[in-house]
């Protein structure tokens, strides 16, 4: 179900958000570290934006997702040799 922005809708925005916020948590990284490796990946959201995304206050567009959950999974990939941060398409409600 897509948003009137073009982004997730409402059932998969939540379950962005959620992502999102689970993988920052169970990483070691700030959430001024992981704004500047989503940047150095082409992301364009600012750093409230992300901010208020992972406190679940904000519905990301699925390229916003893509873009944080890749440099995520970079930092998972480095430290844990896996990437567990689902990406926007495996979010969608079947």
């Not at 997702?65 to 495996?90: C, I, K, T």
């Amino acid at each position: 179900m897509t948003g009137v922005d073009g982004g997730p809708g409402p059932e998969a925005s939540m379950l962005s958000a959620h992502a999102l916020r689970a993988g920052l948590a169970l990483s070691d990284m700030s959430i001024t570290d992981l704004w500047l490796a989503s940047v150095a990946l082409g992301a364009t959201m600012t750093l409230d934006d992300l901010a208020a995304t992972v406190a679940l206050q904000r519905e990301p567009a699925c390229l916003e997702h893509d873009m944080v959950a890749a440099a995520l999974n970079d930092w998972f990939v480095d430290h844990w040799g896996r990437q567990p941060v689902a990406y926007s398409d495996e979010l969608r409600p079947p």
